[in-house]
């Protein structure tokens, strides 16, 4: 099985979703691109989360605010019909691997970062 990884570290506004395994978006109507959302930074305007298939970056996503950051594990593959998320392309401006998942995932594995 295959897995794809997000950091989020301890001053993120989603970090007490993630202590849940919950992802959320910053904003789940937003209307940002996913090349707005890569390269302009507007994640807080952003339907999407930032994920890796590279653990290492995701885990210096997690500890770049210091101690407390969270570090999250999914499963990749499509989502089930019942699912309110879906996987999206990333243009990957920044060379981390990135995929983006676009709405709430409620199914992360909470992992030490």
Same mark, same amino acid.
């Given at each position: 099985?295959?897995?794809?990884?997000?950091?989020?570290?301890? #001053?993120? +506004?989603? *970090?007490?979703?993630?202590?849940?395994?919950?992802?959320?978006?910053?904003? &789940?109507? $937003?209307?940002?691109? +996913?090349?707005?959302?890569? &390269?302009?930074?507007?994640?807080? %305007?952003? +339907?999407?989360?930032?994920?890796? /298939?590279?653990?290492?970056?995701? *885990? #210096?996503?997690?500890?770049?605010?210091?101690? $407390? #950051?969270?570090? %999250?594990?999914?499963?990749?593959? /499509?989502?089930?019909?019942?699912?309110?998320? /879906?996987?999206?392309?990333?243009? =990957?401006?920044?060379?981390?691997?990135?995929?983006?998942?676009? #709405?709430?995932? &409620? =199914?992360?594995?909470?992992?030490?970062?």
């Amino acid at each position: 099985m295959e897995f794809l990884y997000r950091g989020v570290h301890a #001053g993120h +506004p989603a *970090r007490a979703s993630a202590l849940n395994g919950v992802v959320v978006p910053g904003d &789940i109507n $937003g209307t940002v691109s +996913p090349m707005e959302h890569n &390269i302009e930074d507007q994640s807080e %305007l952003s +339907p999407y989360t930032s994920w890796t /298939s590279n653990i290492d970056v995701a *885990r #210096g996503f997690a500890n770049s605010a210091g101690p $407390g #950051g969270v570090l %999250l594990r999914v499963s990749t593959g /499509s989502p089930g019909s019942r699912d309110a998320w /879906s996987w999206e392309y990333s243009p =990957d401006e920044w060379g981390e691997d990135e995929m983006l998942l676009r #709405g709430v995932r &409620i =199914d992360a594995e909470v992992m030490e970062p």
